[in-house]
């Protein structure tokens, strides 16, 4: 009998002594590094490509760019060609009314008023009549124009604002003032819509 109760209370003990080591705390595993993001701003200050105190010579900036359209155009594929033409200066409506000017081998053929032509503005003399063609010798081929911005561009205008078409390259956008007492006039252009006439190569 006593063989039996020391038994029990040793599968007893056992028990408790196997619960108690399994209800410790676990030892803690050691952290987990966890990465974050961190987000790396780089600033820098980009050099300027023309310094500050560097002597710009403006003249010869425009006559870099007006040679460097005037090689655009003279890729284009024939030297006859009509484009749509608008002078902003004059004294008239007719002579700042829209044309077209059709140019053959490199010269001026013909000008002809544009159908949206708006040729009278009610400023004109009460005797005043419009031509019926406009002066074919107030206009221009492409080459001619480019000379014309070449030369007001040496006589030393107060502002120029020039645009080029990125096709052929020929001025489409001219505006160059001049100061109020120059001997120059202002010159003030649009040019829109080249087309190259059909014809063999020239």
């Not at 033409?85 to 081998?105: C, L, M, P, S, T």
Request: net charge negative; charged share 20%.
């Amino acid at each position: 009998m006593n063989r039996l109760l020391l038994l029990v209370s040793l599968i007893v003990g056992a028990v408790a002594m196997l619960a108690a080591c399994s209800s410790e705390p676990k030892p803690a595993s050691p952290p987990t590094a966890v990465p974050t993001a961190t987000t790396v701003v780089v600033t820098s200050t980009p050099l300027p490509i023309v310094p500050e105190d560097a002597q710009v010579d403006r003249k010869a900036a425009m006559s870099l760019g007006i040679d460097l359209h005037r090689q655009l155009w003279s890729t284009r594929p024939s030297d006859s060609y009509k484009f749509g033409f608008q002078w902003n200066v004059g004294d008239h409506a007719y002579e700042r009314a829209n044309v077209e000017v059709r140019i053959v081998k490199g010269l001026v053929d013909k000008v002809v008023w544009a159908s949206n032509a708006i040729k009278t503005d009610g400023s004109e003399p009460a005797d005043f009549v419009v031509p019926e063609q406009p002066d074919i010798a107030s206009y221009y081929s492409i080459d001619g124009l480019f000379r014309m911005i070449s030369e007001a561009i040496e006589n030393d205008p107060v502002s120029v604002t020039l645009g080029f078409d990125s096709v052929f390259g020929f001025p489409t956008a001219v505006d160059i003032v001049f100061p109020r007492n120059s001997e120059h006039e202002d010159l003030s252009f649009f040019a829109a819509q080249l087309i190259p006439l059909p014809g063999p190569p020239q």
